[in-house]
C-alpha cells in the first residue's frame, strides 16, 4: 500500500513520533513518503543545513522526505503562528501535487491543520485520507493560553468537526480522547484508540559512570520548554526544597518559555535548578540513563488528564524511576506499572513532597520501579507492534470498510 504520511513537523525537529511511524510503516512492507515543512520547531528557527526554497527532496533512513516553504515561527505571537501554519497548508496545497506521487491513503498527523491539505489533496487524487489526533483541538489551544477565549475558539472548533467528518478513519492516542470526539458527534465506528509508542531498541538502559557528586540526587525532565508543560512549577518546587536536600532539577531542552524560565531560575536564586541545551535524540539514552529519576510534567488542565505524552513511554523505556506531575490516565499507567509517584499536577509543595520521597527511596526500590517501567514499556507500547494496528487502520480505510 502507498502511504503519504503529511505532517507539519519531522526530524531533525524532535518528532521522533511521526518518523517512527514512516519509517515502521515502509518496513513492514509499505511504500512510504512523508511530505513535511523546513525543520524549525520548537525554536522557531530553521535548522543548520537548511534553508526555505520552492522545494527540497531527501531520503532520510529509506523514507522520501519532500519539504515544501512555510514561515518558521514558534513564538507567542498568535499572528505568527497563524502565518506558520497558514503558509505550510498553503505549500503542501499548491506543492504537493508535484513534490509526491499519488498514494493509496494519506494519513494527516500533526497539528491539526494539516487536514486541510489532506482533504484536498484526497480529492485531486480520489483516495482516502486519515487522521491522527495527537492534541486536541481547540481544548490545546486554550489550555496553553494561546487563544484564551473569543471567536477564534469557536471557528477552530468548527474546523476540527469538519476534519473529524471528512475523514475516513481516526486514530487516537487515549480512551478519553475517544470519549471527547464522541462527545462531538464523531461516529465510534470511525475511531481506533491506538496508544503511542516507544522504540524500546533505541531507547534503552544504557550503563553509565557514576556522578561525580554522588550526594546529589537529579530529577531530569527532557523535552518541550513550552506552555502546554507549565514548569514554572519546578521552579515553584525547587524553591520549596529544605537546604539540605539532595535534589536538583535539571531541566533539558528548548521552547518558547525557555528564556523567561531561566531568568525565573536566576532572579529566585534557585542553586538546584540546571537548564541544559536541547541535546540530539541519539544521545538521550544515555542522558536520562544518568539520571537518579525522571520528571513527567504537564500543566493542571482536564485536558492533559485525558492525554498520555510519548515523554511517558519513553522515561518507562529507560528504566528509571519517574516523578509524573499529572493526573488521570498518564497517572493511571505510571501507578499501575508501579513505576513512580504521582502528584497532583499545578501544585508545587505536592512536587516537592514527591521529589523528597523518591530521593529518600533505598537504591534497591528506586531500582524495582526502573525495572517495572521497562518491562511496561516493552509489553504495551513497543513500537512494532503498536504501529502494526495503524497499518490496519489505515488498510481498512483503503478498502472501505471504516
Known amino acids: 500500500?502507498?502511504?503519504?504520511?503529511?505532517?507539519?513537523?519531522?526530524?531533525?525537529?524532535?518528532?521522533?513520533?511521526?518518523?517512527?511511524?514512516?519509517?515502521?510503516?515502509?518496513?513492514?512492507?509499505?511504500?512510504?513518503?512523508?511530505?513535511?515543512?523546513?525543520?524549525?520547531?520548537?525554536?522557531?528557527?530553521?535548522?543548520?543545513?537548511?534553508?526555505?526554497?520552492?522545494?527540497?527532496?531527501?531520503?532520510?533512513?529509506?523514507?522520501?522526505?519532500?519539504?515544501?516553504?512555510?514561515?518558521?515561527?514558534?513564538?507567542?505571537?498568535?499572528?505568527?503562528?497563524?502565518?506558520?501554519?497558514?503558509?505550510?497548508?498553503?505549500?503542501?496545497?499548491?506543492v504537493g501535487p508535484f513534490a509526491v506521487k499519488r498514494p493509496d491513503v494519506i494519513h494527516a498527523i500533526q497539528p491539526p491543520t494539516t487536514c486541510l491539505p489532506a482533504w484536498v489533496l484526497s480529492r485531486l487524487w480520489r483516495v482516502p485520507f486519515t487522521y491522527e489526533v495527537q492534541d486536541l483541538w481547540p481544548d490545546t489551544l486554550r489550555a496553553t493560553g494561546m487563544v484564551a477565549k473569543g471567536g477564534a475558539l469557536g471557528l477552530v472548533d468548527r474546523y476540527c468537526r469538519w476534519a473529524y467528518r471528512k475523514a475516513a478513519a481516526i486514530r487516537v492516542i487515549s480512551r478519553g480522547f475517544r470519549r471527547e470526539l464522541v462527545s462531538r458527534d464523531v461516529p465510534e465506528r470511525k475511531i481506533s484508540v491506538i496508544p503511542n509508542w516507544v522504540d524500546t531498541t533505541r531507547y534503552k538502559p544504557v550503563p553509565v559512570a557514576p556522578h561525580a557528586d554522588a550526594a546529589t540526587f537529579r530529577i531530569v525532565y527532557a523535552g518541550n520548554l513550552g506552555l502546554a508543560q507549565a514548569l514554572d512549577n519546578v521552579l515553584k518546587a525547587a524553591a520549596l526544597m529544605p537546604a539540605d536536600s539532595p535534589v536538583r532539577f535539571v531541566l533539558i531542552g528548548d521552547g518558547v518559555e525557555a528564556g523567561a524560565l531561566r531568568e525565573t531560575a536566576q532572579r529566585m536564586g534557585l542553586a538546584n535548578v540546571e537548564f541544559v541545551p536541547h541535546q540530539p535524540p541519539e544521545s538521550m539514552s544515555a542522558i536520562l540513563s544518568a539520571a537518579d529519576a525522571l520528571l513527567l510534567h504537564l500543566k493542571d488542565d482536564p485536558l492533559f488528564s485525558v492525554t498520555i505524552p510519548s515523554k511517558l513511554l519513553t522515561y518507562l523505556a529507560i528504566g528509571k524511576p519517574i516523578v509524573a506531575c499529572a493526573a488521570g490516565e498518564p497517572a493511571e499507567i505510571l501507578v499501575a506499572a508501579r513505576a513512580g509517584i504521582a502528584c497532583p499536577p499545578g501544585d508545587p509543595a505536592a512536587l516537592a513532597s514527591a521529589a523528597s520521597r523518591i530521593a529518600a527511596l533505598p537504591a534497591s526500590e528506586l531500582d524495582g520501579m526502573g525495572r517495572a517501567g521497562r518491562v511496561c514499556a516493552c509489553e504495551q507500547f513497543e513500537r512494532r507492534d503498536v504501529i502494526s494496528h495503524i497499518g490496519k487502520m489505515l488498510t481498512d480505510a483503503v478498502a472501505g470498510s471504516v
Open 1 to 94: 500500500m502507498k502511504i503519504l504520511v503529511l505532517s507539519q513537523w519531522y526530524p531533525p525537529e524532535p518528532q521522533s513520533v511521526v518518523s517512527d511511524l514512516a519509517e515502521t510503516l515502509a518496513e513492514q512492507g509499505h511504500e512510504v513518503s512523508v511530505l513535511t515543512g523546513f525543520p524549525n520547531w520548537p525554536s522557531g528557527r530553521l535548522y543548520p543545513g537548511y534553508r526555505v526554497r520552492p522545494l527540497q527532496r531527501e531520503t532520510m533512513n529509506g523514507v522520501p522526505v519532500s519539504r515544501v516553504p512555510l514561515f518558521p515561527y514558534h513564538g507567542r505571537s498568535p499572528i505568527g503562528r497563524v502565518l506558520n501554519l497558514a503558509s505550510f497548508c498553503f505549500s503542501a496545497i499548491v
